[in-house]
């Protein structure tokens, strides 16, 4: 079991350029997050998905798009990056309502990703 | 309104000893889910203690507990018999709607950063 994996750990990008981060989970997990992290600040939600083929905007989602590719990928989409994007990313899953642990969250290491 | 705070940026502990890191919450939620998530310096965010708005008792983790305070809005993290490898920022965190929603979006506090020293 791997849990939640992230690619990349880290990365470089120009004002401009687009990127795609990726994420997985292999716990048959219904949803799926993304969050932020700016230096000194607690984590923020960019966008979540609920279950496979929905998806929401959460508190932070300008300048991004998600894709739930299928239940275990949801990646998060920077269309054209800004220096104000620099942070780090984490990606995380919960259990299903059914299992009573629905609360939980798990996860990934993170992408740390620079725009300059 | 900040929906967590949390008002101790650092916090330093002598190994051994017992600390709390503070939580206050805002919301008008019936319904919600308070959380400590540890972050240690490689960056991963590690799950410590779960509270549901309607748990009777207060929760308990192994060394971590949640000093759960409804009326005041507080959702204190106590570590007992530190250890050096509890030094990290500790985060509290919410989920309003917990019967509400599949989803367990989660609101943080700001984060402190706990320090045990010998």
């Known amino acids: 079991n791997a849990g939640v994996t992230q690619t990349p750990k880290f990365q470089v990008l120009k004002t401009g350029q687009s990127m795609t981060l990726q994420c997985a989970q292999d716990?048959?997990?219904?949803?799926m997050y993304w969050y932020r992290q700016d230096p000194g600040m607690g984590l923020r939600l960019i966008y979540y998905s609920a279950s496979e083929g929905t998806t929401d905007k959460g508190e932070v989602p300008n300048g991004y798009n998600v894709s739930r590719l299928n239940k275990r990928e949801f990646s998060l989409r920077l269309e054209s990056a800004a220096p104000s994007q620099t942070s780090v990313y984490f990606c995380?899953?919960?259990?299903?309502?059914?299992?009573?642990?629905?609360?939980?969250?798990?996860f990934g290491p993170g992408t740390r990703l620079t725009v300059t | 309104a900040q929906k967590i705070t949390q008002t101790q940026p650092g916090m330093f502990v002598q190994e051994k000893e017992a600390v709390t890191l503070d939580c206050t919450y805002d919301?008008?939620?019936?319904?919600?889910?308070l959380f400590w998530y540890k972050q240690p310096s490689s960056g991963e965010m590690i799950f410590l203690i779960y509270q549901g708005s309607y748990d009777q008792q207060n929760a308990t983790e192994g060394r971590y507990s949640l000093n759960f305070q409804k009326a005041r809005k507080s959702a204190n993290l106590v570590i007992s018999a530190s250890q050096l490898g509890d030094s990290a920022m500790y985060f509290c965190?919410?989920?309003?709607?917990?019967?509400?929603?599949?989803?367990?979006?989660?609101?943080f506090g700001t984060g402190t950063r706990l320090q045990v020293t010998l």
């Open positions: 995380a899953s919960s259990p299903p309502r059914a299992s009573g642990k629905s609360y939980e969250q798990y």
């Open positions: 965190a919410m989920r309003e709607g917990v019967n509400t929603g599949t989803a367990s979006k989660l609101t």
């Open positions: 919301t008008s939620d019936p319904s919600y889910g």
């Open positions: 716990m048959n997990h219904n949803s």
